[in-house]
Every structure is written in C-alpha cells, then in structure tokens.
C-alpha cells in the first residue's frame, strides 16, 4: 500500500515509530507535513498540493493533527477523504474530540462513566455552580486545553470565584469554561489507554511526581505500565467508539465508582510505547491493512 503519515514532521516519535513498522510490513510510505499543504476546491476535482505538486494517489493517511492546527488539518484530511482516501480517523472525528465539552456530552450520552461537570457563562451564579460540582476542592479547565494547560484546581469557594471571573472575563474568543468535581481518590494520577480497532493494545498509569494534580506527562509526570481492569478497558473501548475512532488515547481516573473517562485524543502520542514495551504503531498498521480497501465509513455519532 501507499500511505501517508500526515505530521509536523520526520522527527516527531510517532510518526518515526508508524513509518518503522509500515516499511517493515512492506509498505510506501511518505511523511507529509499538512501545515504546508494546500488544498484547490473545485466542483468535482478536491486536489491537495504540496511541496509544489499535487498529492498522488494514496491508499491511505494517517493523520497525527496536533491540537493548534485542528482547523486546518482536518481541512486537508476532509478533502483526501473527499478524495476516497481511506483514514482511521476521519475529521468530524478528529475535530469533535478537540472540544472537551462535547467530548463529556457525547460520553455521557453514550453511558460512559465521567466526572461531574459543569458548564456556564453565568458569573452571577458561582456559588450554584461550584456546589452542583461538589462543592470544593473543583477543577476549572478550558474546553480546548491541552498537556494539562489551561487546567486549574481550585481549593476554595473564594479561589474557584477569581479563577472563573478572571477566565469568563479574559476569555472571550468563545472557549468554554468547565468546572468539574475533584475525586480525591485520583489526585495526581491517571490512566492513559491506547485503542486501536475496538481492543485495548497499551495501557499506562501517569503519576505526578510532586504536588500537582496533573498527570500529564507533559508536565513531569512519570507513566508507568499498568493491566487494566476488564471494566477498564470496556470503558476505554466505549469512549472511544462513542467518538467515532478507531485510534485514540482514552484518559481516565480510578474512583470509587468505577473508571471515569477524562479525554478521549485523536492522535495520542507513543511515549506508552517506551513506558510499557508495548507496540503501539504496529497494531495501527495491521488495522489500516485490514480496512484501507474500504470505503469510509459514514459518520454515525450524529454530533
């Protein structure tokens, strides 16, 4: 097959690690950096450019969108897949899993065990807000953060007040503003679970390794391998399909109830890979081999 690894670039871990085990399987494969393609919208001919010329024939892309360029980098996916371009991971896709917002709707939706959240522009009515969340401690995040970023944990009535005022104030490019309940029992730790297909292929517990509540490798936390639980991975495989994707990096908490799903990411990246032994990008592969002869599939998630 010929495939294209949509991607910032040769250097990044994931997309070397997909290349590595595309080759070994055979494959072509050509690393095509979205950010500097353009895309020529005609009535019956959606072509897409790059380093000059048009992208040939491709059996199927894998995109790696990182999170700043969601806007234009599922343009170019939707018009390979205008195309007939196969892709694991279609765009409505991609896109629905930025918004935090609609992600925790959709899972709720769906049944999938979450965190109790709030949303609201209302700053006259904090007080509401936070005791319908649980009543402090509370975690007040933006909708579209990431790595941790934009994520705060907020002690106090007093302090989750001037957090949600300073946000609701400064904010005003229409990110929404969640406030989400504190489990105790988690602080400072979450699970991250790759699905590829419909099955669990790793799975990692992050640790913070001082006192922040984030776990996020990005912010120094430190993963280590972890077996799931078979409620566990029946959550992650549900959080995932409730999104639409046959690749994703489910996160999610351990509480007293049962696993709660925190994100679902379209294009996780393959740190697990070196804190588990496991391979991720294999399974992604044989999976494309699977059903790149394929058309996409209609989207069925409806939102």
């Known amino acids: ?69 969601t806007r234009y980098g599922t343009a170019i996916v939707r018009q390979l897949e205008m195309r007939g371009v ?20 959709l899972l709720a939706k ?7 959240t709030i949303v609201s522009r209302n700053t006259t009515d904090i007080d509401d807000l936070i005791d319908k969340a649980g009543g402090t401690p509370v975690i007040i995040k933006l909708a579209r953060g990431t790595h941790g970023n934009g994520v705060v944990l ?28 504190f489990v105790k029992e988690s602080a400072g730790t979450d699970i991250r679970a790759i699905v590829v297909g419909g099955r669990v292929v790793a799975s990692m517990k992050r640790q913070s390794l001082d006192d922040d509540f984030r776990s996020n490798l990005h912010k120094g936390g430190e993963g280590t391998a972890i077996k799931l639980t078979d409620e566990e991975k029946r959550a992650a495989i549900k959080a995932a399909k409730a999104m639409g994707l046959n690749i994703a990096g489910v996160d999610m908490m351990r509480s007293a109830r049962g696993p709660l799903i925190l994100e679902v990411n379209a294009s996780p990246g393959f740190g697990i890979e070196k804190v588990t032994g496991r391979n991720v990008a294999g399974p992604i592969i044989e999976y494309i081999e699977r059903n790149a002869g394929r058309a996409n599939k209609k989207d069925r998630v409806g939102a």
Do not use: W
């Open 1 to 69: 097959m010929k495939i294209a690894i949509l991607s910032n670039g040769p250097g990044n871990y994931s997309t070397k690690r997909l290349k590595e085990e595309a080759l070994a399987r055979g494959h072509e494969v050509h690393i095509v950096k979205y950010r500097d393609c353009y895309a020529s919208i005609e009535q019956n001919n959606p072509t897409v450019s790059y380093q000059g010329e048009d992208l040939p024939g491709f059996d199927a892309i894998i995109p790696r969108i990182a999170s700043h360029m």
């Open 86 to 105: 196969y892709t694991p991971s279609s765009s409505i896709a991609i896109t629905r899993s930025r918004d935090k917002l609609r992600t925790l709707q």
């Open 110 to 116: 769906a049944g999938v065990g979450i965190p109790k």
């Open 154 to 181: 907020a002690e106090t009535k007093k302090a989750a007040k001037s957090v949600l005022q300073a946000l609701y104030l400064s904010n005003d490019d229409g990110t929404n503003v969640l406030i989400q309940e």
